[in-house]
């Protein structure tokens, strides 16, 4: 097992694994991974780098470092069965701030989102889904009207 997961440091790679990456999302963190197109001098793959993002909307220095404490001891054990050449961002969602949240709880979540995505050794990676996600204001309902909001009915 590692002691010490390889940081990602750079800007550009958060953004470009927000953009281009795939996800999958739960209740306590969303991951974006993104294959790294950079190789090592030898040709090798070169080790995952893993990224935390922490809202500052979500809480305060201490809260945020909790939780970034938390996703880190989360990552820890599944870092090792990672495939090389993965950059991965972890960004925390709400939930990640209650008491209840622990690295062992954040470890499940995890396992889950890099089982989803295949993320592991062996396993293919999930593309990106090319259809985004549309959303209709006001729901799915069939029945509503068309008029504007505050407006009158016909």
Known sequence: MNKKLNPLTENHLFTKAFTKGS?????????????????????????????????????GAVRRNRVKRIIRAGVMPLYDKLSKGLIVVISARGAAFSKNAKSDAMNVCL????????????????????????????????????????????
């Not at 950079?38 to 995952?48: A, M, Q, V």
């Not at 989102?113 to 396993?123: E, I, S």
């Not at 029945?143 to 407006?151: I, M």
């Open 23 to 59: 996800s999958e999302t739960v209740k306590l963190c969303a991951v974006y991974i993104l294959k790294n197109i950079k190789r090592n001098p030898d040709g090798s793959l070169p080790d995952t780098k893993i990224g935390i993002a922490v809202n500052a909307k979500l809480g």
């Open 111 to 154: 396992h889950s989102c890099f089982l989803k995505l295949g993320a592991y050794k062996g396993q293919e990676l999930r593309a990106k889904s090319s259809t985004p996600k549309t959303f209709t204001k006001g729901g799915s309902n069939k029945n509503a009207h068309s008029s504007p909001v505050g407006g009158k009915k016909k």
